[in-house]
């Protein structure tokens, strides 16, 4: 096998959004950089419910194109177990991920970054700042000032740099099925919070199309894929499958440390997702673009330590998405039981909470202390962390 050596100011690994964001930071401010992917094709295979809300994208000054967007959404509900539901009017989009992912790295190409894709990286020297990957039957060795490790849930780069213990971090990822189904017509996007079925997270039917939904589950039990046909069969939503994906989503919060010397993660790497609901596109955006520009600083002075880069941390975690009461309201969610999320159903009845006022969450606080709610009288301390962590997924995405 034929050896290459190149370099770089900024090497990306991982050409998802979180990695084409932070490489479209550094190739506009005129740095030399590769990003590295190992899959064919960008943003194939999709491993995606494609549910994104509008507010994800105003936030990085990107408009919804057609050649991205499947289908405009105006509504999101999260439904209870006997039927109740409550309602947000914000919007939001169902991607073509692949086509969103493309547009996103075709975005840091224009801008100047080098794309290799089936680029498989296989070793990081820390030391070095050298990675060594498979392209076309050679092994290239890529030195770079800068690495961001972009590379997903499972991330080989932040192990490799010492942030994350890979057995620890498995029990911080929960697994995620879905069916891309044809003849189920469904308005907007509909997230079913059931712990019977889907204990530690939740299922999900997204309008993808005309008559076609992706249809999901997100759960810390193992048979995901029964657990899924069972609802499917319990809603009797009648289709025919014509497609499937799987994949493992940071559900426990962030890594603890995100930055080591000429290192930064971003994304599902970083496990940046929402933990409420999932929803990790936004966030490894935001992220992305965070380690972009920090990146750019850290090559303007010339200083790729960890002291310097630890600025990162400081500014990704004033991102809304990565307030606390998010994460506490995921753990007071999976504390829920059955009769509890029945009671929660009932107290908001089906409603619709887009312009809910501070008058109208008082009247709901207060309705938890009539005698058929007792069984949440626990939760009520907890109220307004989970009013706040909707509040701002309602602005920042899921
Ligand atoms: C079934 C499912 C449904 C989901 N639904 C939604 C949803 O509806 N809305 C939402 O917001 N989020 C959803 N998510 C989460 C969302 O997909 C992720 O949060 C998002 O993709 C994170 O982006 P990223 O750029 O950090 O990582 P990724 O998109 O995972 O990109 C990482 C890239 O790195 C590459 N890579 C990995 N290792 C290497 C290596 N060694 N060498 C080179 N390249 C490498 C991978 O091939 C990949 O392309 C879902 C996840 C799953 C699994």
Redesign the pocket.
């Known amino acids: 096998m034929s050896e290459e050596f190149l370099e770089y100011d900024v090497a990306v690994?991982?050409?998802?959004?979180?990695?084409s964001n932070a490489a479209y930071e550094c190739a506009k401010s005129g740095y030399k950089v590769i990003i590295?992917?190992?899959?064919p094709v960008?943003g194939v295979p999709v491993?995606?419910?494609?549910?994104?809300s509008c507010f994800a994208l105003q936030h990085l000054d990107l408009k919804p194109e057609d050649e991205f967007v499947s289908a405009n959404i105006s509504r999101l509900r999260v439904i209870f177990t006997n039927g109740n539901w409550m309602s947000v009017h914000d919007g939001g989009y169902e991607l073509d991920r692949d086509k969103f992912?493309q547009f996103l790295v075709k975005r840091a190409t224009d801008a100047g970054s080098d794309l290799y894709t089936s680029?498989?990286?296989?070793e990081f020297n820390s030391e070095e700042k050298i990675l060594k990957?498979t392209y076309k039957k050679k092994i290239i060795f890529v030195k770079a000032k800068i690495i961001i490790g972009?590379?997903?849930?499972k991330s080989?780069i932040a192990a490799w740099s010492g942030l994350l213990q890979k057995e620890e971090w498995r029990e911080k990822l929960i697994r995620?099925?879905?069916l891309k189904m044809e003849g189920v017509d469904v308005n907007g996007f509909d997230m079913y919070f059931d712990v019977d079925i889907a204990p530690g997270g939740y299922l999900w039917v997204?309008q993808k199309g005309d008559n076609i939904a992706n249809v999901?589950i997100a759960t810390t039990a193992k048979d995901s894929a029964n657990r899924l046909d069972r609802f499917i069969q319990q809603k009797k939503i009648d289709g025919k499958v014509i497609g499937k994906?799987?994949?493992?989503?940071p559900y426990k919060g962030p890594l603890e440390k995100t930055y080591a010397d000429g290192v930064l993660i971003?994304?599902?790497?970083a496990g940046s997702?929402n933990p409420v609901f999932?929803?990790?596109?936004?966030t490894?955006m935001q992220t992305?673009s965070l380690a972009g520009k920090t990146a750019v600083e850290s090559l303007e002075a010339d200083d790729y330590s960890a002291g310097f880069l630890s600025r990162y941390q400081k500014k990704w975690m004033k991102l809304p998405l990565a307030d606390k009461s998010l994460l506490e309201t995921a753990k007071v969610m999976h504390q829920f039981t059955p009769e509890m999320w029945e009671k929660m159903g009932e107290l908001v009845g089906k409603s619709d909470v887009t312009n809910i006022t501070t008058l109208g969450k008082l009247r709901v606080v207060l309705k938890a202390f009539y005698p058929k709610y007792w069984s949440l009288i626990p939760v009520v301390p907890y109220m307004p962390t989970v009013m706040k962590a909707f509040s701002i997924t309602r602005k920042w995405?899921?």
């Open positions: 690994v991982g050409a998802g959004p979180a990695g590295l992917e190992e899959d960008v491993q995606c419910g494609e549910g994104l992912d680029a498989r990286v296989i990957l972009a590379d997903g849930p080989n995620a099925y879905e997204f999901g994906t799987a994949g493992a989503i971003a994304g599902d790497a997702t999932l929803g990790g596109i936004s490894a992305g995405g899921w």
